[in-house]
């Protein structure tokens, strides 16, 4: 369920295609694609990851720890749309770059969070997007389906972003990931 080491070189890449000083990541398992973007910081940056499960928190500690990363990277743990409130109670500096892989039924809600702490030029990318080719089924029950549905219509509507998806396949199958530059 972790990003492949393709998704994670992507992600490394367009950190340093946008010079990212400030990363900000929804949803971090076990640290993986944490490291990999972490590695595109200068000796001054940081990367916030917020994971809601106190096992994977912790395993991802671990593993940033081990990468030699743990100035850089900072886990907070909790319910993701808890925690991006208190990064803007907080007045933190916009981010960057700000990736979403997390749970897919408020994936609209996690964007709009990452707008109201983003910047213009800021680059948003949400992973698991195409879900198979599921998120064509107009019908589906599927709630991870129809929250990656909302967020494509939020997508398509904003004039706060440019926006495209890219399809991948791969080791993780058939999917894809949304990307954003905020305008």
Not at 52 to 72: C, M, P, W
Not at 161 to 169: D, E, G, N, P, Y
Request: aromatic share 6%; proline share 3%; charged share 25%.
């Amino acid at each position: 369920i972790s990003v492949s080491a393709g998704q994670g070189k992507f992600l490394q890449m367009l950190a340093m295609m946008c010079n990212a000083n400030r990363i900000l990541e929804v949803g971090t398992l076990v640290g993986y694609s944490s490291i990999w973007m972490a590695r595109a910081l200068p000796e001054d940056g940081k990367l916030i990851s917020i994971e809601f499960d106190t096992h994977h928190a912790k395993l991802a500690r671990k593993n940033i720890a081990s990468a030699g990363l743990e100035k850089k990277v900072v886990v907070r743990e909790g319910m993701a749309l808890d925690v991006l409130a208190r990064l803007q109670e907080e007045n933190q500096a916009p981010f960057d770059l700000i990736f979403i892989d997390a749970d897919k039924p408020p994936y609209a809600e996690y964007f709009q969070w990452a707008l109201k702490l983003s910047r213009p030029g800021t680059i948003i990318v949400l992973d698991n997007v195409i879900r198979n080719g599921s998120i064509l089924d107009e019908d589906s029950k599927d709630e991870k389906v129809q929250g990656v549905q909302r967020l494509n219509k939020l997508l398509a509507a904003s004039d706060e972003v440019s926006a495209t998806i890219l399809q991948s396949v791969g080791l993780k199958g058939y999917d894809g990931m949304a990307i954003a530059v905020v305008k």
